[in-house]
């Protein structure tokens, strides 16, 4: 089972992101973050209520974390810790040595693994 985690679920782009999770046939174990104003809060996915807790890193355990919250928790979070992320915000948009992976030009660059970011991905 796929542990994957959405930081800034109840934003417009991480709502659409958990409807496209929706999709994906294989078992994720889901994991809804974001602020305190909207910690506790009630996402329905795959007919099932997920509860949103309140972003911290260090909640963060494994798996994938999509980073939807923008740029400014990105910048403060990413670095912090040694994760598979995707940051879907601008933070790290034209930095050297973090690909912009564009999966139809060069998809293939996710597998190389040589990065710590990888299609705005952290890894390390």
Not at 40 to 65: M, P, S, T, V, Y
Not at 81 to 92: E, G, H, R, Y
Request: aromatic fraction near 8%; hydrophobic fraction near 45%; include cysteine.
């Amino acid at each position: 089972m796929q542990k994957i985690a959405v930081v800034g679920a109840t934003g417009l782009v991480g709502r659409e992101l958990v409807k496209l999770l929706e999709k994906w046939t294989s078992p994720i174990l889901l994991k809804l973050f974001a602020s305190k104003k909207s910690a506790n809060e009630k996402l329905l996915f795959k007919n099932q209520e997920q509860q949103i807790e309140e972003f911290g890193i260090n909640k963060l355990d494994g798996g994938i974390a999509f980073f939807c919250a923008g740029k400014t928790v990105s910048l403060q979070s990413l670095p912090k810790k040694s994760i598979v992320a995707i940051d879907l915000s601008s933070a790290f948009r034209q930095k050297e040595n973090i690909p912009l992976i564009v999966p139809e030009i060069n998809g293939h660059l996710r597998f190389l693994g040589q990065f710590r970011f990888v299609g705005r991905t952290w890894r390390n």
